[in-house]
């Protein structure tokens, strides 16, 4: 049992969607266990509220970075990977929080823009922003790249949409790059599935659920973000009914 206080002291973690629900939180977490971060998102004010909240708790001074991921162009990306070396000389970490889901219905239905945009942040965006962020991320020490998922990637039921269409892509995405660097020990890649939780977005598919409190992921974020991370490369990580930092036996670790 590891029962000290994990640490991300010194390490670089950007993450985009910072300005949601599960974005801010993931952010919070890594800053309030020492890391700096780098607040991504599309929304300038939500990206300073997260930022102001780090700063009042003692955190280190975030980097905003407002950037909408589904029409960034690759100038305005390697805009912000050059910021990040020129500012930090590294990343040790990227967490992906951002997410788009605005249908709900059957495929015949979809419009062009609605299948467009769920692609685009779901899936596309993370794509570039992780191939531009590579060089940096693999020229450090154990860097980690995490992937935000849902329980609809896998079960592809009806009347999900693009919304699902997207997720799937994009864990099938993490899996193929954390198995291009498997054996490397450069990089970490690994999918973290939240389970049900009040976010905005859940509500919009399920109003009348209770769901988990967004903070009982906050140790998950910092475990997946630690050099010394137990997990390993290239899982599909489940949200379990304990802490992972308070009992390092009980991780569920669902092998894919």
Same mark, same amino acid.
């Given at each position: 049992? $590891?029962? *000290?206080?994990?640490? %991300?002291?010194? /390490?670089?973690?950007?993450?985009?969607?910072?300005? &949601?629900? %599960?974005? *801010?939180?993931?952010?919070? =977490?890594?800053?309030?266990?020492?890391?700096?971060? +780098?607040?991504?998102?599309?929304?300038?004010? /939500?990206?300073?509220?997260?930022?102001?909240?780090?700063?009042?708790? &003692? !955190?280190?001074?975030?980097?905003?970075?407002?950037?909408?991921?589904?029409?960034?162009?690759?100038?305005?990306?390697?805009?912000?990977?050059?910021?990040?070396?020129?500012?930090? &000389?590294?990343?040790? !970490?990227?967490?992906?929080?951002?997410?788009?889901?605005?249908?709900?219905?059957?495929?015949?239905?979809?419009?062009?823009?609605?299948?467009?945009?769920?692609?685009?942040?779901?899936?596309?965006? =993370?794509?570039?922003?992780? /191939?531009?962020?590579?060089?940096?991320?693999? $020229? #450090?020490?154990? =860097? =980690?790249?995490?992937?935000? #998922?849902?329980?609809?990637?896998?079960?592809?039921?009806?009347?999900?949409?693009?919304?699902?269409?997207?997720?799937?892509?994009?864990?099938?995405?993490?899996?193929? %790059?954390?198995?291009?660097?498997? &054996?490397?020990?450069?990089?970490?890649? $690994?999918?973290?599935?939240?389970?049900?939780?009040?976010?905005?977005?859940?509500?919009?598919?399920?109003?009348?659920?209770?769901?988990?409190?967004?903070?009982?992921?906050?140790?998950?974020? +910092?475990?997946?973000?630690?050099?010394? *991370?137990?997990?390993? $490369?290239?899982? /599909?990580?489940?949200?379990?009914?304990?802490?992972?930092?308070? +009992?390092?036996?009980?991780?569920?670790?669902?092998?894919?």
């Amino acid at each position: 049992m $590891n029962t *000290s206080k994990p640490t %991300l002291d010194g /390490r670089i973690v950007l993450v985009t969607g910072a300005g &949601g629900d %599960l974005g *801010s939180l993931a952010a919070e =977490a890594c800053a309030g266990a020492g890391a700096t971060v +780098i607040l991504l998102g599309r929304t300038l004010a /939500r990206l300073e509220s997260t930022y102001d909240r780090i700063v009042q708790r &003692g !955190g280190p001074e975030p980097l905003l970075a407002p950037l909408d991921l589904a029409a960034a162009a690759p100038e305005a990306l390697s805009t912000i990977a050059g910021s990040i070396e020129s500012r930090f &000389g590294a990343l040790h !970490g990227l967490i992906h929080c951002a997410a788009h889901m605005d249908y709900l219905g059957p495929l015949r239905d979809v419009t062009e823009t609605q299948w467009s945009q769920a692609l685009d942040v779901n899936l596309t965006g =993370a794509f570039r922003l992780t /191939r531009t962020l590579l060089p940096l991320l693999t $020229n #450090t020490e154990a =860097a =980690a790249v995490v992937v935000v #998922t849902d329980t609809e990637a896998e079960r592809r039921r009806g009347y999900w949409g693009p919304y699902a269409v997207a997720k799937a892509g994009l864990e099938a995405f993490a899996l193929v %790059l954390a198995d291009e660097y498997d &054996g490397a020990g450069t990089l970490r890649v $690994n999918l973290f599935a939240p389970g049900p939780i009040r976010t905005r977005l859940r509500r919009k598919a399920f109003p009348a659920e209770a769901g988990a409190d967004p903070a009982v992921l906050a140790p998950y974020f +910092i475990d997946l973000m630690r050099s010394d *991370s137990p997990y390993l $490369n290239g899982e /599909r990580i489940a949200r379990a009914a304990v802490e992972p930092s308070v +009992i390092e036996e009980e991780f569920q670790h669902v092998r894919t």
